[in-house]
């Protein structure tokens, strides 16, 4: 098997998370990725934790799988000398520096250009790369509340979302922009600016809240556990545990309001605008008959109609899950200090290797200046 971007040659500047995870998925297709870390303690995230694991911080591992990592100081001349000759060599260049630093240390985009006329560089930022607010640092909670995200989830006070959903997205966002401005770059031989922003990443995935603002002008609002436009779509306690039942269609209404002995042509549950209109009504009905039986009991019940449900499960179960497991979303990497761990795995598969991602072989998050030596190397080699 070929690595699906193994001609691609990525200049990875990141830090923290959004850019990291970025370059992360292009490495998992298969990209080298040379992340260049600053001499005196790399990347900010080596420092997060705990937990650490003989001194290498667990955040830090999990957005830098499949890079080689180099270090140099981009304020010294060497550094400079390095940088530029990184990018001559280079397809893609990641940044996520607040607007302007890459200018003031000589490598704005002009400069990049003309060091490299094709190469496709992509930039992360906070809140833009222009506006009134451009030039503000971004992290991702202040984005989770200033792109609206907070005001709908939680319960009754404004919640984040577990997982640090900004940074991801944009990382994901600006991957997906990357490759589009390579493909172009197949075509025409030039590269482009690719900019993408925390900020932009959280009001991209607002979906049908944000049209329930912008066509119907009303403001969408938190519902807790619950679909804000479906209903029973949501987390129901049963006598022993809770469930996530989701009654997607009418159809399945039809087969799911016998089962927890309600009428389906009950004129406050019979079409699904009716049902959310009547939300309390409906969610205290639907756990008066799951308070009768367990869980799995009823999670047994609702498969054998062909209802969607499941569990609410933790990290444990998660990765303990053999379906989770079937779906290659668990790697074992060899790190040079840790030895064989395990890592969430990339999320994609590919028909001739559906277990790892479009790597031959996945390459464990590396130690900081790592591959000083066999990267200069390369460099001076033509």
């Given at each position: 098997?070929?690595?699906?971007?193994?001609?691609?040659?990525?200049?990875?500047?990141?830090?923290?998370?959004?850019?990291?995870?970025?370059?992360?998925?292009?490495?998992?297709?298969?990209?080298?990725?040379?992340?260049?870390?600053?001499?005196?303690?790399?990347?900010?995230?080596?420092?997060?934790?705990?937990?650490?694991?003989?001194?290498?911080?667990?955040?830090?591992?999990?957005?830098?799988?499949?890079?080689?990592?180099?270090?140099?100081?981009?304020?010294?001349?060497?550094?400079?000398?390095?940088?530029?000759?990184?990018?001559?060599?280079?397809?893609?260049?990641?940044?996520?520096?607040?607007?302007?630093?890459?200018?003031?240390?000589?490598?704005?985009?002009?400069?990049?250009?003309?060091?490299?006329?094709?190469?496709?560089?992509?930039?992360?930022?906070?809140?833009?790369?222009?506006?009134?607010?451009?030039?503000?640092?971004?992290?991702?909670?202040?984005?989770?509340?200033?792109?609206?995200?907070?005001?709908?989830t939680g319960e009754t006070e404004p919640t984040k979302v577990g997982a640090p959903i900004s940074d991801l997205l944009a990382g994901m966002y600006?991957?997906?922009?990357?490759l589009a401005a390579l493909h172009e770059r197949s075509i025409t031989g030039k590269g482009r600016v690719v900019r993408t922003s925390l900020l932009?990443?959280?009001?991209?995935?607002?979906?049908?809240?944000?049209?329930?603002?912008?066509?119907?002008?009303?403001?969408?609002?938190?519902?807790?556990?619950?679909?804000?436009?479906?209903?029973?779509?949501?987390?129901?306690?049963?006598?022993?545990?809770?469930?996530?039942?989701?009654?997607?269609?009418?159809?399945?209404?039809?087969?799911?309001?016998?089962?927890?002995?309600?009428?389906?042509?009950?004129?406050?549950?019979?079409?699904?605008?009716?049902?959310?209109?009547?939300?309390?009504?409906?969610?205290?009905?639907?756990?008066?008959?799951?308070?009768?039986?367990?869980?799995?009991?009823?999670?047994?019940?609702?498969?054998?109609?062909?209802?969607?449900?499941?569990?609410?499960?933790?990290?444990?179960?998660?990765?303990?899950?053999?379906?989770?497991?079937?779906?290659?979303?668990?790697?074992?990497?060899?790190?040079?200090?840790?030895?064989?761990?395990?890592?969430?795995?990339?999320?994609?598969?590919?028909?001739?290797?559906?277990?790892?991602?479009?790597?031959?072989?996945?390459?464990?998050?590396?130690?900081?200046?790592?591959?000083?030596?066999?990267?200069?190397?390369?460099?001076?080699?033509?």
């Open positions: 098997m070929q690595n699906l971007l193994s001609d691609v040659v990525v200049v990875d500047l990141t830090r923290a998370l959004a850019g990291p995870h970025a370059a992360m998925m292009l490495g998992d297709l298969g990209a080298r990725v040379i992340k260049v870390e600053t001499p005196n303690g790399g990347d900010d995230s080596r420092g997060w934790g705990p937990p650490f694991v003989d001194g290498e911080s667990t955040y830090y591992l999990s957005a830098n799988r499949n890079k080689e990592s180099v270090t140099a100081d981009l304020k010294s001349d060497e550094g400079k000398e390095f940088l530029a000759k990184l990018v001559r060599k280079a397809d893609l260049l990641i940044e996520n520096f607040r607007p302007g630093v890459l200018d003031r240390l000589g490598f704005g985009t002009a400069r990049l250009h003309e060091l490299n006329p094709g190469l496709v560089i992509l930039s992360i930022t906070g809140f833009g790369h222009d506006g009134p607010e451009g030039g503000r640092a971004g992290y991702d909670q202040i984005a989770q509340g200033e792109g609206g995200l907070m005001s709908i600006g991957a997906y922009g990357a932009a990443s959280v009001v991209g995935v607002h979906a049908f809240h944000g049209t329930k603002w912008t066509v119907a002008h009303e403001l969408p609002e938190r519902v807790g556990n619950h679909h804000a436009q479906i209903a029973p779509y949501g987390l129901y306690r049963t006598r022993d545990d809770i469930v996530q039942v989701a009654v997607g269609s009418e159809g399945l209404w039809r087969l799911f309001a016998p089962i927890v002995g309600l009428d389906p042509g009950d004129e406050r549950f019979a079409t699904n605008p009716a049902r959310v209109a009547h939300r309390d009504e409906l969610t205290a009905a639907i756990e008066a008959a799951f308070a009768a039986d367990a869980a799995d009991v009823w999670l047994e019940r609702l498969a054998d109609k062909g209802i969607p449900a499941g569990k609410v499960r933790d990290f444990q179960q998660v990765y303990d899950w053999e379906q989770t497991r079937s779906q290659g979303l668990l790697i074992e990497v060899e790190h040079p200090a840790l030895g064989t761990i395990q890592l969430p795995g990339p999320p994609l598969r590919f028909d001739d290797n559906p277990y790892a991602g479009a790597r031959e072989t996945n390459l464990p998050p590396p130690r900081l200046g790592e591959h000083n030596e066999s990267v200069r190397a390369w460099l001076d080699s033509e």
